[in-house]
Each structure stands twice: as structure tokens, then as C-alpha cells.
């Protein structure tokens, strides 16, 4: 029993083991100079697509056994000979343009995952091979759109445009442009070559005009210099000579600045006199203006005190007076608006209240009625009835009849009254029957105080009627 529980002892320390080696053994480090390409199950991007790959560069990741696998993308340089022939430039020359285009494996984050999508499992020539047609097409593209002089003389913008157009589509399978070199450009027609003659034409040329302008420069600085002596020589001789004159004319110069100083200085002291008097007498007349100006000055301020200064006391206190009456008579108007308002108010106020009270009281005589309209009609008729009585009999009460004569015989009529009874009977149907008042009003007497006559004879003539 003991030796069993050694032997599954030692049985799962080398199953432990063998799991950490095979743990060990998936954990995989990135060199300097390749990619590490993951590739199955990775994860997914930012918008929700599963990713097809994962690359790393410079670092170690884990490598989940079934679900995972690896590979290595080498980051070498690779050199490609591209020997462009007969290639159709802008003025429609063909030239030979021989370069060589060095270009690798890209380790920036979107690059390096093109690059782990296209060229993946792909041998070095085969890489060699697909960068050398991109660039054969892209170095066309760029000789047609540039003439022959911008190609040969400005060599920086030619490899500049290879550069941009080359790189943008290597960066579509994933590689990087490291190094562009053309070494010559050739073409068939011989346009190159002439240009060259040409310039060494041009130079051979420069060179014989610039011996040319030095030794007539020689010849016109040996007459300048010749011409500057002579120049100099009269020059030196007619300063000398005008330095004589010069002290003779300042010595008469001043002699007449002398004279003309004793004259000015007579000519200043009479001036001098004469203004002086001048001044005196201009001070004795400003001084007299200045005290009549004073004195006016002080008259009209006199003459504003008492008269002006007096109308506007005047004048403010009459706008005073009629501001305050303005005022009084602002406040009473509206005061009197004010009363008005409440009065008008509080008899809106009563009038609201005493329909409201009114409305209140009929829709409680409705619901007592049990919310038949008819029914409390009746009630307020029932009500009323003795009043419209009364109004009725009041209608012949205050008839003055000062005497009546009658002549009756006794006898009755044909319908079996007298001649009395029929003056009463006639005085009584003057007055309006309360049915006839009920239709004039746009109502019909309620059933229970009876019908009229004209509705009886209707009831019975519907009696009468066959089959009634």
C-alpha cells in the first residue's frame, strides 16, 4: 500500500512537471530583428471585427495551445535591383532610369498587421519579387509625369516623388521604403547627352567671357587711376587757390559785420525808446479800459440781482405751484377712478353671487326632484300658483265702474243664464286665461292643473275617432 501512494506521488510530480515544460515551451520571445505573428483565436478590434492576426515586436507573449499558433516575419533589409528601360517621360522621350530600392518588413502597429496578413508564409524572394512590380509601376508613373531636365538636374525632387508614390503602396502589404539610389539615367535619342555638351558649351563659354571682362576691367582701372591723378592734382591746386580768396573775403566780411553791428546796435537803442514810450502809453489805455469794463460789469450784475435774479424766483415758484396743483388734481382723479372701480366691482361682485346662488338653488330643486327637469317645474308652478292667482284677479280689481245699469226681465237666455250672469261671466273671460298665459310665455300648463278647451274637444274627437 505505501509503495502505491509513492508511485502516484511520483506519478503526479512528473505529470506537474511535464505540464509546466509544455506551459514553458508556449511562451515565445520576440528577437530585435523578426515579428512574432499570432494568428487564431486573438480577440477582436474596436469595432467589433475579429482581429486576423496579432504581431508583436521587441517583446514575449503566450501561445494557447489549440487555440493559438505562431510564425516569424524576418525584419532583414532586402535589396531589389529594379533596371528601368525605355520608360516614357512627360516630352515623350524614353529613357533607361537603373536603381536600386532597399525595403523590409514594417514595425509600425497598422503596417506590420498588413504585412502579417499578406505576407505571411511567404519566402524572401517571393517578398523580393511582389515589392520589385510595385515598385517597376509606381517609378513609371513618376518618370511620365516629369520632364528629362527636372529627372537628370534636380535629382532630390525625382527621389522624392519615387519616394512618396513607392512607399504609400508598399505600406499596403506591409513593408517600408529604406533607401532609394539611382545610379544613371540613359535614354536612346542622345537628349541627355546633348544636354550635357550643352552645358559644357555653356561653361567653356562663361569661362572665355569672364577672361574677357577681367582684362577689360584691367585696362579701365589702369585709365581711371590716370584720370584720378590729374583730378586730384587740379583739385589740390584749386583748393590752394580758393584758400587765398577765402581769407581776403572773410577779411572783408568782417570789416562789414563790424559796421553793420554799430549800425544795428544805433538803429536797436532809438527802437528800443520808441517802444518803451509806446508800451507806456498802451498801459495807461488798458488800464482805463480794464476799470470802464470793471465798473459795467459791475452795473449789469447790480441791474441781474435786482430784476433777473427776481423773475426767476417768480418763475420757479409759479411752476412749483403748478406741478403741486397738477399733482392734487392727478391724486383726486384718481382717487375717484379708484372708488369707481370698487363700486363697480362690488356690484359685479353681488350680482355674481346672487345668480350663483340662484343656479345653487335650481340644481338643487332638480336633484330634490329626483333629476327630472318636468318634475321641478312642477314644483316651482305648485309654488307660485297663488301668486299667479292673485296677479290674475288683480288684473279687473282696480276696475272703476261709477254705475251699472242692468235691465234684466228674469228670463234666461238660450243657454239657460240671465243677462247678468252673462255681463259677470263676460267681464271674467276679459282677463287672460292662465293656459294663455303658459303658451304666450313659450310653455304649456302642466297636465295636472287640467287642459284647455280646444285640447278637451281634441281628447274627445280622438275617442270618438273608430277603432280609438
Known amino acids: 500500500m505505501p509503495e502505491t501512494i509513492i508511485v502516484a506521488v511520483a506519478v503526479g510530480v512528473v505529470v506537474i512537471i511535464a505540464l509546466i515544460i509544455a506551459i514553458l515551451s508556449r511562451y515565445r520571445k520576440c528577437p530585435s530583428d523578426k515579428v512574432l505573428v499570432i494568428y487564431g483565436k486573438v480577440g477582436s478590434e474596436k469595432n467589433g471585427q475579429a482581429r486576423s492576426a496579432k504581431c508583436i515586436h521587441g517583446g514575449a507573449a503566450f501561445i494557447f495551445p489549440v487555440l493559438q499558433s505562431f ?27 537603373p536603381s536600386r530600392f532597399t525595403v523590409g518588413i514594417s514595425t509600425e502597429p497598422g503596417i506590420m498587421q498588413n504585412a502579417a496578413e499578406r505576407l505571411l508564409g511567404l519566402r524572401m524572394n517571393e517578398i523580393q519579387e511582389l515589392a520589385k512590380d510595385i515598385i517597376f509601376g509606381q517609378l513609371r508613373l513618376v518618370v511620365a509625369t516629369m520632364d528629362i531636365e527636372e529627372i537628370n538636374t534636380d535629382r532630390d525632387k525625382f527621389l522624392l516623388a519615387v519616394s512618396n508614390n513607392v512607399e504609400i503602396e508598399l505600406k499596403k502589404i506591409g513593408l517600408r521604403l529604406i533607401n532609394v539610389n539611382v545610379t544613371d539615367i540613359n535614354d536612346e535619342s542622345g537628349y541627355i547627352d546633348a544636354l550635357g555638351k550643352e552645358a559644357a558649351a555653356k561653361a567653356i563659354n562663361d569661362a572665355k567671357k569672364s577672361v574677357a571682362e577681367k582684362d577689360r576691367d584691367g585696362e579701365i582701372g589702369k ?15 584749386a583748393i590752394a587757390i580758393k584758400g587765398e580768396n577765402d581769407a581776403k573775403i572773410e ?76 399733482e392734487v388734481m392727478r391724486r383726486k382723479a384718481k382717487g375717484e377712478a379708484d372708488a369707481i372701480f370698487a363700486k363697480m366691482e362690488a356690484q359685479a361682485n353681488g350680482a355674481k353671487e346672487i345668480l350663483q346662488k340662484q343656479a345653487e338653488g335650481m340644481r338643487e ?25 292673485r296677479i290674475q284677479v288683480d288684473a279687473i280689481k282696480n276696475i272703476k265702474i261709477d254705475k251699472v245699469t242692468v235691465w234684466d226681465s228674469g228670463a234666461g237666455n238660450a243657454d239657460g243664464k240671465s243677462s247678468t250672469a252673462n255681463f259677470i261671466s263676460g267681464m271674467m273671460k276679459a282677463v287672460p286665461p292662465l293656459g294663455e298665459v303658459f303658451r304666450q310665455a313659450g310653455m304649456d300648463l302642466p297636465s295636472f292643473l287640467g287642459t284647455s278647451a280646444e285640447e278637451s274637444e281634441k281628447v274627445e274627437s280622438v275617442k270618438d275617432m273608430p277603432g280609438a
Open 71 to 97: 510564425q516569424y516575419l524576418d525584419l532583414t533589409p532586402i535589396s531589389i535591383n529594379v533596371d528601368l528601360k525605355n520608360a516614357l517621360s512627360k516630352q515623350n522621350i524614353r529613357i533607361d532610369v
Open 223 to 237: 585709365a581711371n587711376a590716370m584720370r584720378d591723378q590729374r583730378i586730384q592734382v587740379s583739385a589740390a591746386n
Open 251 to 326: 577779411v572783408a566780411q568782417s570789416e562789414a559785420a563790424r559796421r553793420e553791428k554799430e549800425a544795428e546796435a544805433l538803429r536797436i537803442a532809438t527802437a528800443a525808446e520808441a517802444v518803451q514810450n509806446a508800451k507806456a502809453r498802451e498801459e495807461a489805455y488798458n488800464a482805463q479800459r480794464e476799470a470802464e469794463q470793471t465798473r459795467a460789469a459791475l452795473e449789469r450784475a447790480t441791474q441781474q440781482a435786482d430784476i433777473i435774479v427776481k423773475a426767476e424766483i417768480a418763475k420757479e415758484q409759479a411752476q412749483i405751484a403748478a406741478e403741486a396743483e397738477a
Open 365 to 389: 330643486l332638480v336633484s330634490a326632484a329626483g333629476g327630472n327637469a318636468d318634475d321641478a317645474v312642477k314644483l316651482i308652478v305648485s309654488d307660485k300658483l297663488e301668486e299667479l292667482m
